[in-house]
């Protein structure tokens, strides 16, 4: 039986009360351990190299200030420990606040926030080669600015060698961690009450 991500990730044992709890919604936790093991664990990499679904996971997670980064930067050491190096040496110019950027011309122009519009630098895009650094660029896009997502970001994507397929899985990729690290952080409250 494959360890749930999730229980691994809050602290719960079989037999806790949020294990009973994540019982009642047996379809939920299937699903969410389905979707990790599509993304992280597949068998076809043809379009997302394992490399860079790991170093992609790892920066949406730390670029989220996650108390999970951890466990995915294990994973991602166990691969490739110089590609690791060279995402936390790029972190203290990526971190931020957000969400924020700019809405289309209308009501909610109002509410448009500036912020940082972040690039690899020449070290990491070294480290990353050009196909992954523009997927970190993408990812943190999608993590700080997800209202500036366009056409034209896709298009940085496709000119950087990415496939379409490869893009949704990114993408997928990017919100599947997004929902992941939610549900996280309300287990994690709720394992605090019951306690």
């Known amino acids: 039986m494959t360890t749930d991500v999730i229980d691994q990730l809050v602290g719960i044992q079989p037999g806790d009360p949020l294990d009973s ?26 379009h997302v190299a394992q490399r860079e679904r790991l170093a992609v996971a790892f920066w949406t997670v730390r670029l989220s200030k996650s108390p999970t980064a951890s466990f995915y930067r294990d994973l991602l050491a166990a691969e490739d420990a110089v590609l690791l190096s060279a995402l936390e040496a790029a972190l203290p110019g990526a971190l ?65 060698g990415w496939s379409t397929t490869g893009i949704v899985t990114l993408s997928q990729l990017v919100a599947f961690l997004s929902f992941q690290l939610r549900v996280v952080a309300g287990l994690t409250v709720l394992k605090g009450e019951l306690a």
Do not use: C, I, K, M
């Not at 709890?21 to 043809?46: G, I, T």
């Not at 519009?117 to 650094?133: K, M, T, V």
């Open 21 to 46: 709890l994540r019982d009642q919604r047996p379809n939920a936790r299937a699903n969410a351990q389905a979707s990790f093991d599509a993304l992280l664990r597949s068998d076809d990499l043809s």
């Open 96 to 160: 931020t606040d957000g969400p924020y950027g700019d809405y289309p011309d209308g009501p909610l122009s109002a509410e448009n926030v500036d912020g940082l519009h972040w690039q690899p630098s020449a070290e990491l895009a070294a480290a990353a080669g050009p196909r992954l650094a523009a997927a970190l660029a993408h990812a943190h896009l999608l993590v700080y600015r997800p209202r500036d997502a366009s056409a034209d970001a896709l298009q940085a994507l496709l000119d950087a």
